[in-house]
């Protein structure tokens, strides 16, 4: 019973979009940062900012390493949350994202670096269907683990069930997993969506076992194609509704 105990408890605060600040392995973590109010980010699409953070940069306090999935789009590094990443000894993202911010150290696929007690290793993702990293980047995950910890793994804003079955291979058990879900569509592909949607959300935390699922990054911005009820719903036709567990911005909670 001890050992259930131990590795299934995590702090952690939800502060909007795919921005989950938690502590693990005596350090704090913080995911794609992004702090900005509503408004528009002009590029080849425009996204459309609705709702700001539940939690200000300023309120956030100090975070020893942020989880950075990528950084090429707004909605999930804007304008504050780049300004954030100066504040942060330890940024961890893509080889790509290391190449244009400063101070960031990129991970290829399966590498792994400790950072105090922790391994954190980068799997891989896929921002959109097979092919999609032309227009939309190369994107990452990551999988956190300690010894006496539970194994969390973090999707970053990827699409693939494939490559959840991967990530599940390589290291087996996964305790929490942390999704970015809301079926973000911005119509580059038809249907296709750049996120995990209702039904492979389902299908990723089938391949995760009894993990717990973590649902980020599903409102605030105009992309978003679904809503949270209909994930809700689909886990609990599933018979999985125990194993999700959706935040709500700006009260903590544990898993």
């Not at 909605?75 to 893509?94: C, K």
């Not at 399966?110 to 799997?123: A, I, Q, S």
């Not at 990293?133 to 990452?140: A, D, I, K, M």
């Not at 194609?225 to 719903?233: A, G, K, N, P, V």
Request: contains cysteine.
């Amino acid at each position: 019973m001890t050992e259930t105990i131990e590795r299934t408890t995590v702090e952690a605060l939800h502060i909007g979009g795919p921005t989950l600040r938690f502590r693990y392995g005596g350090l704090t973590w913080l995911t794609d940062p992004t702090f900005d109010g509503p408004g528009d980010y002009p590029g080849p699409i425009t996204l459309h900012k609705l709702t700001g953070p539940a939690v200000s940069r300023e309120q956030v306090g100090p975070v020893d390493v942020v989880l950075l999935s990528h950084d090429q789009h707004a909605d999930n590094l804007d304008n504050s949350g780049r300004e954030f990443l100066a504040t942060v000894v330890t940024v961890l993202s893509t080889p790509d994202a290391a190449g244009r911010i400063n101070g960031v150290r990129g991970l290829e696929n399966w590498e792994t670096v400790t950072v105090g007690d922790v391994r954190v290793t980068g799997v891989p993702a896929l921002h959109g269907p097979v092919g999609c990293e032309p227009l939309t980047g190369v994107v990452t995950g990551f999988v956190l683990q300690a010894d006496g910890l539970p194994t969390v793994y973090v999707s970053g804003d990827n699409a693939s069930v494939d490559l959840v079955e991967q990530i599940v291979a390589r290291f087996g058990r996964i305790d929490i997993a942390i999704l970015n879900v809301g079926a973000a569509n911005v119509g580059r592909f038809g249907d296709s969506d750049l996120t995990l949607n209702g039904r492979t959300a389902v299908q990723a935390a089938e391949l995760l076992g009894d993990a717990v699922i973590v649902a980020v990054h599903a409102e605030g911005w105009a992309h978003f194609s679904e809503h949270l009820d209909y994930l809700t719903r689909n886990f609990g036709y599933a018979g999985r509704s125990g194993q999700l567990r959706v935040p709500r911005s700006g009260q903590p909670f544990a898993v």
